[in-house]
C-alpha cells in the first residue's frame, strides 16, 4: 500500500509536471505525461491491463503530439504566413528565450514573425493580422495538447485506482 501511495504521487507530480510543460514548451509535456503514467503502471505491476492501458497512452500521445504540431502548421500556413516567416518565428523564439527566459520564447517568437511579415508585406497591420492568426493556431495546439494530456492522465487515474483496489 505504501508503494502504491508513492507510485500515485510520482505520477501526479509527473502528470502535473506534463501538463506545464504543454503550456511552456521548454518541456515536452506529453512525454513527461507519458512516463509518468506508463512508468508508475508498469511499476505498479506488469499484468495485462498494465501493458493495455500502455499501449492506449503511448498512442494518445503519439496523437497528440502529431496533432498538435500538424494541425497549427495548416492553420498557420492557411492565415497567409509563409514557410520563411515561422523559420524567422521559431528563430526569434529561440533567441528570445536566451535573452528573456521561458517568457522570451513567446516575445522572441512574435517579434520574429512580425519583423518577417512586415519585411513581406511591406505594412505592420497586414503583418499584425498574419501574425495574430499564427498565434492563434498556435493557442490552439497547446489546447489540444493540454486535453491530450489531462485524457492520459484520467485513464492513468482510472487503471491506477483500479489496480490499487
Do not use: C, N
Amino acid at each position: 500500500m505504501t508503494t502504491d501511495l508513492a507510485l500515485g504521487a510520482v505520477g501526479v507530480v509527473g502528470i502535473l509536471a506534463g501538463l506545464v510543460g504543454t503550456v511552456v514548451p521548454v518541456v515536452p509535456g506529453l512525454v513527461v505525461v507519458w512516463l509518468a503514467t506508463a512508468g508508475t503502471l508498469l511499476a505498479q505491476g506488469r499484468g495485462p491491463l498494465a501493458w493495455v492501458v500502455v499501449a492506449v497512452l503511448t498512442g494518445l500521445m503519439l496523437t497528440g503530439t502529431v496533432l498538435s504540431t500538424v494541425l497549427p502548421a495548416r492553420r498557420a500556413a492557411a492565415s497567409g504566413a509563409p514557410r520563411r516567416s515561422l523559420s524567422l518565428a521559431a528563430a526569434g523564439a529561440i533567441v528570445g528565450f536566451f535573452v528573456i527566459p521561458v517568457l522570451g520564447l513567446l516575445i522572441g517568437g512574435v517579434a520574429g514573425l512580425m519583423l518577417a511579415e512586415h519585411d513581406r508585406l511591406g505594412e505592420w497591420a497586414p503583418a499584425w493580422r498574419s501574425a495574430k492568426g499564427v498565434m492563434a493556431a498556435y493557442g490552439w495546439g497547446v489546447l489540444l495538447e493540454i486535453l491530450v494530456g489531462v485524457l492520459m492522465g484520467l485513464t492513468w487515474l482510472t487503471t491506477f485506482v483500479l489496480r490499487a483496489v
